[in-house]
T-cell receptor, first 114, second 115 residues
Framework: DTAVSQTPKYLVTQMGNDKSIKCEQN?????MYWYKQDSKKFLKIMFS???????INETVPNRFSPKSPDKAHLNLHINSLELGDSAVYFC?????????????FGNGTRLTVT | AQKVTQAQTEISVVEKEDVTLDCVYE???????LFWYKQPPSGELVFLIR??????QNEISGRYSWNFQKSTSSFNFTITASQVVDSAVYFC????????????FGSGTRLLVRP
């Protein structure tokens, strides 16, 4: 199936731990994003990479570090997790250039920090 | 600065009723995109529509229709003859028409369609 895939779907961890969320897309897109959805359902962009180059870096604590090994993958590593990091994290992708495709989202990773 | 306002936090209707979800946006850009996304209870985000700022034609897709009015900075979404499966949170979003494609989302409207 062609899609944006995120793993894991659920992540429960304790404060202070380091964790990673992986994202892969097989849609042939060249730009990938991370969005955070908080407990009130508010969605906010965190990062965007185009062909492995960082193009959007919102005001996000530097405990969050995105890594894009290639244009089909954008992983999110979080150091020293805090209670406030609990949220649903969505990966998304699109193809820039002619056609301007809309954003395609993954199914989200629900992170719970205890 | 860009902003999207969805003033309706929650709407409850009975099946087969028509329902309109409001979206008002603010931007200083002359060209931009507007979007609607659906988030059903299962949690995924489903793309519904993208409209660019120089195309004010209304659009209909089955039971869904969208009314874009640049004069009032609104991009409203109507579901005709609602069904229980339409129950979801609906998000309106705005982005610049540039390579970043950074979507600014509204706070969402939770729609509950009762049988």
């Amino acid at each position: 199936d062609t899609a944006v895939s995120q793993t894991p779907k659920y992540l429960v961890t304790q404060m202070g731990n380091d964790k990673s969320i992986k994202c892969e897309q097989n849609l042939g897109h060249d730009t990938m994003y991370w969005y955070k959805q908080d407990s009130k359902k508010f969605l906010k962009i965190m990062f965007s990479y185009n062909n492995k180059e960082l193009i959007i870096n919102e005001t996000v604590p530097n405990r969050f570090s995105p890594k894009s090994p290639d244009k089909a993958h954008l992983n999110l590593h979080i150091n020293s997790l805090e209670l406030g990091d609990s949220a649903v994290y969505f990966c998304a992708s699109r193809l820039t250039g002619g056609g301007n495709s809309p954003l395609h989202f993954g199914n989200g990773t629900r992170l719970t920090v205890t | 600065a860009q902003k999207v306002t969805q003033a309706q936090t929650e709407i409850s209707v009975v099946e087969k009723e028509d329902v309109t979800l409001d979206c008002v946006y603010e931007t200083r850009d002359t060209t931009y995109y507007l979007f609607w996304y659906k988030q059903p209870p299962s949690g995924e985000l489903v793309f519904l529509i993208r409209r660019n700022s120089f195309d004010e034609q209304n659009e209909i897709s089955g039971r869904y229709s969208w009314n874009f009015q640049k004069s009032t900075s609104s991009f409203n979404f109507t579901i005709t003859a609602s069904q229980v499966v339409d129950s979801a949170v609906y998000f309106c979003a705005l982005s610049r028409m540039d390579s970043s494609y950074k979507l600014i989302f509204g706070s969402g409207t939770r729609l509950l369609v009762r049988p």
